[in-house]
């Protein structure tokens, strides 16, 4: 009888271990390859394209973008953490795409940077993304980033939505990556 209650709690624990891998949810979000910082409003904007990869539902959605850099040429130096203000930082049902927009202001860890300033401090973009599943009823989250050398600076993304015969919205995830080169407001294509 013990070897009998030992094999079904065996077998259990198996199905649950199984089963608690497989079926786990996980999100498949598409990020642009590239961020661009492209005229937004009456000054710029660092920005980058996100799709839902699948068909599921993501509602509650989050969003977190930080840029870390090395503020000293030392090359021992730290690296600094700036958390940058979005112009939306949740969306509360997420079914197509979403371009994620940082202001370049004043108070803006990006004003008056340049290209260069970017490489010589080896910045890095990092996004963190968490959402609600409705399929599975759990958090779903991931991150992801852009180097320096990954960002774009005077250009912008070209739509991605295309008409539908019924009416509907929808998007061309061939163009998600797809940007093109314009002028910066205020004579200042070459800074950020």
Same mark, same amino acid.
């Given at each position: %009888? ?10 259990? &624990? ?6 608690g ?11 642009? #390859? ?8 009456? #000054?710029?904007?660092?920005?980058f ?17 930080a840029?870390?850099? #090395?503020? %000293? ?11 940058l ?13 979403w371009?994620v927009?940082h ?8 004003y ?8 010589? %401090? ?10 609600f ?29 295309v008409? %539908? ?5 929808a ?20 800074? &950020?």
């Amino acid at each position: %009888s013990v070897e009998s209650m030992a094999g079904l709690m065996f077998f259990a &624990l198996a199905t649950g271990l199984l089963y608690g891998r497989f079926a786990r949810p996980n999100v498949k979000m598409i990020f642009s #390859k590239q961020a661009v910082v492209a005229p937004y409003r009456d #000054k710029t904007g660092f920005m980058f394209r996100i799709i839902n990869g699948r068909d599921n539902q993501l509602i509650d959605v989050e969003i977190l973008v930080a840029l870390s850099r #090395k503020e %000293s040429p030392d090359p021992n130096a730290p690296r600094k953490f700036h958390e940058l203000p979005l112009e939306r930082t949740t969306v509360n049902f997420f079914p197509l795409a979403w371009t994620v927009v940082h202001p370049i202001d004043e108070n803006s860890p990006l004003y008056g940077v340049t290209q260069q300033d970017l490489e010589e %401090s080896d910045a890095e973009f990092l996004i963190l993304f968490k959402a609600f599943d409705d399929t599975f009823s759990q958090s779903v989250h991931t991150r992801s980033s852009y180097m320096y050398n990954e960002v774009v600076v005077g250009a912008k993304f070209v739509s991605i939505y295309v008409p %539908s015969t019924d009416g509907a919205s929808a998007v061309d995830m061939e163009k998600l990556h797809d940007f093109e080169r314009v002028s910066l407001p205020d004579d200042r294509a070459h800074r &950020l």
